[in-house]
């Protein structure tokens, strides 16, 4: 089984991700040798700044040019942590027309062109493998695609951003605000100088549309999930979820529809009960619950963020690669043959919690009330106090059954217009029960 | 890339996994055919008693005849689902040499004789799938095979049997003792009539065989691994354990030795702390930790046994085979290079809740100290306390710090030998800090 000609690996990118790589691809030579059955190199890594020291890197290796360094013959696996749509797309593409597989961690590109790049892979006979473009290194694309190929996936409802569940944790356990939260976690090193793809969860949104494409054979991409950020969460929200015995997370949710035509994804903060498995994610670790037909309820946990737990997703997907390559074949590619179409948020049915500021006196409550049941939302429980700092006003917190986001929607607007109703201070959607 | 001769599969049982397989096979035979590149049909279902009513199951696909079976050339893949040791070896190994694929779902056969089975079928080019074998329905032995393949896993930790779980979960949360629980967990079909391979471990034994051998890359029978049931828990060792703030699991534990030479494998009940995820895991639930150089911490939860998880596992190994056949390739065989040998039981290190009757005077604290002194084993904490309903006998509750099982052993050997110790009442490992 063995052959000696060894497989040549060009690695783009030698920051967290890449350096992690090559190092474990230095010291675990042999291993990965006997796991693949054949010895794999490193040919060259491309970086931008080549006068940076790089500890164990070895400089003959590096180099500027990365489009020189992925046209080469004898190039075999092209690992592509670099992030962002270009020049990692052209890169990638190059790749694959120059007959190398690709191993990629770079979520935004995945979600925003999978299925292009999946052809290229295709007509060029090579692979393209993503592990770690989402949730780290906790397994995913392949239990999803491999393990699950059998069964049908309904449901996927996860924490798979480590930088929000730190900043909502800390709210959660501090009663800090925002603001606060988030300033701990830059100082910790949990959130960029910039921020905003996390906690606008752009991030969360990239990984939601690789999971609903995987799990339901179909095409989504970015564009196609509807996506809220955490920026609007208050101590308040947070207070309010700890009195229905439940805490905020942000979550990803990818749902095939009951009649099972289409699908949908979304991404926003959400409560969930303090017995639901999620709620007790701490810091900065995912965790994604899988829910199909056969299996039931699967959930997958462990650190989604960082260089080594990203590094090995990006090892395993090498080896997978390379075995492909040693047997002269490809692994799965893209299964999108459902074409189940992505359903706007309006159809998405869940529950919500609605916090309204109204002026305390008698009558309101049926207002408010028959205001819910014109759009046709069903009122689970309401609770009505006065507020001590507010004269004259009181808040009411009602909390639905299920029912349409659209409802939901026109239902708020319709409240709004009430001269009774002085705010909605906050919507929640209310899941995972 | 779709071929139009369908593959024929064989089906070697047909009880509560094999009809969930029939039904899955028929109600989803286009989304299988999708997603494997080919159609997919049931050759025939060999049973042992085939004039029980079936329902969904073509009466024409029935035989008694396994053998005649799996040697039916059109036959490509053999899914065996009866279990045990013989027939089915002998079955699995005609078909690998009638060139079939197999799925099982076997994992006594698996951890007996998995290297023989592996030699097989690479012999005759053939793939051995049997993510079944381990945990139902949750993605273990892929995770483990494929997407750690460039990592290096320490440690798999992980309940592996529901029945066990069920028990142990109606002790803690009830006071029940042991008989009374395995009662309610009989009654609700959550024990067979003869409850063995449950209780005295040899199903974890087995999973913990096979976890080992494929996170190790090494060969782990079930005679490697130290086993022992939870018979001889005791409502007063689930009491203790709620003390210390912990509670009750029968744990599977695979662990590569501090020096890297060696490995171990154990199945034992064991006190983990209630902060520990484990700990949280109830009813007949599945979860398992594996714990690896890059990835750090993983954790896989689900429903570890059932008709349908266990055929959701075997028919995601199908679609693997299945495209393996189309592709003309076979799938990663087995990885035993490392040739890590198993070290006994008593070189395994960890911590000890021991659990002393004494003789109500002064001095056995100092006595007992230093047997433990003399042995090598360092103590934690100590918890004296007198028995009401005992004259003259006080008890004496030893938590140490980790130590070698030999060096435990020998402890215990020596204490029973002083006078002023009455008794062990129980002597239980402590996992998971």
Same mark, same amino acid.
């Given at each position: 089984m063995m052959r000696t000609r060894p497989l040549k690996v060009a690695l783009l990118g030698c920051g967290v991700?890449?350096?992690?790589?090559?190092?474990?691809?230095?010291?675990?030579?042999?291993?990965?040798? *006997?796991?693949?059955?054949?010895?794999?190199?490193?040919?060259?890594i491309a970086v931008r700044r080549p006068d940076r020291v790089r500890e164990g890197i070895p400089a003959e290796l590096v180099t500027t040019d990365a489009m020189e360094l992925v046209k080469r013959e004898d190039v075999d696996v092209v690992i592509e942590v670099i992030g962002g749509i270009e020049p990692a797309r052209e890169l990638i593409t190059t790749a694959f027309a120059h007959g190398a597989s690709v191993v990629s961690a770079n979520k935004a590109l995945v979600a925003a062109d999978g299925a292009a790049l999946h052809a290229a892979a295709e007509r060029h006979g090579a692979d393209l493998y993503y592990e770690a473009a989402v949730a780290g290194a906790i397994p995913l694309v392949r239990p999803l695609r491999e393990s699950l190929a059998g069964d049908k996936v309904n449901r996927v409802?996860?924490?798979?951003?480590? #930088?929000?569940?730190?900043?909502?944790?800390?709210?959660?356990?501090?009663?800090?605000?925002?603001?606060?939260?988030?300033?701990?976690?830059?100082?910790?090193?949990?959130?960029? +100088?910039?921020?905003?793809?996390?906690?606008?969860?752009?991030d969360a949104a990239a990984k939601a549309a690789i999971l609903a494409g995987i $799990?339901?054979?179909? =095409? &989504? #991409?970015?564009?196609?999930?509807?996506?809220?950020?955490?920026?609007?969460?208050?101590?308040?929200?947070?207070?309010? *979820?700890?009195?229905?015995?439940?805490?905020?997370?942000?979550? @990803?949710?990818?749902?095939?529809?009951a009649d099972g035509a289409s699908v949908t994804a979304r991404v926003h903060p959400a409560m969930i009960p303090l017995s639901h498995p999620l709620a007790s994610v701490r810091e900065?670790?995912?965790?994604?619950?899988?829910?199909?037909? $056969? *299996?039931?309820?699967?959930?997958?946990?462990?650190?989604?963020?960082?260089?080594?737990? #990203?590094?090995?997703?990006?090892?395993?997907?090498?080896?997978?690669?390379? =075995?492909?390559?040693?047997?002269?074949?490809?692994?799965?590619?893209?299964? $999108?043959?459902?074409?189940?179409?992505?359903?706007?948020? %309006?159809?998405?049915?869940?529950?919500?919690?609605?916090?309204?500021?109204?002026?305390?006196?008698?009558?309101?409550?049926?207002?408010?009330?028959?205001?819910? @049941?014109e759009h046709g939302v069903s009122i689970d429980t309401v609770r009505q106090? %006065?507020?001590?700092?507010?004269?004259?006003?009181?808040?009411l &917190?009602? &909390? #639905?059954? =299920?029912? +349409?986001? $659209?409802?939901?929607?026109?239902?708020v607007e319709a409240l709004r217009g009430l001269d009774t109703v002085r705010g909605v201070a906050s919507i929640m959607r209310v899941e995972g029960e």
């Open positions: 991700v890449g350096s992690e790589v090559a190092r474990i691809m230095t010291t675990h030579a042999d291993d990965l040798t *006997a796991r693949i059955g054949a010895p794999v190199e490193l040919a060259g409802l996860g924490i798979v951003n480590g #930088t929000t569940n730190f900043i909502l944790d800390k709210m959660d356990t501090s009663g800090a605000g925002y603001s606060e939260a988030l300033d701990e976690a830059t100082a910790l090193g949990y959130a960029e +100088a910039d921020p905003t793809a996390d906690v606008e969860g752009f $799990a339901f054979h179909t =095409r &989504v #991409t970015i564009d196609d999930v509807h996506r809220e950020g955490l920026t609007e969460v208050t101590a308040s929200d947070i207070a309010s *979820a700890k009195r229905m015995g439940c805490t905020v997370k942000l979550l @990803a949710i990818c749902e095939r529809a900065a670790y995912n965790a994604v619950f899988v829910e199909s037909d $056969a *299996a039931g309820q699967l959930m997958f946990y462990g650190p989604g963020a960082g260089g080594s737990p #990203t590094a090995s997703a990006v090892l395993g997907d090498l080896v997978a690669v390379c =075995r492909n390559k040693v047997a002269g074949t490809t692994g799965p590619g893209e299964s $999108a043959y459902t074409q189940l179409p992505v359903s706007p948020m %309006g159809e998405v049915v869940t529950r919500y919690h609605i916090s309204l500021d109204v002026a305390d006196k008698s009558g309101v409550l049926a207002q408010v009330a028959t205001v819910f @049941a106090q %006065g507020r001590p700092d507010a004269d004259g006003e009181a808040s &917190v009602v &909390v #639905t059954h =299920r029912a +349409a986001d $659209a409802a939901l929607s026109s239902t």
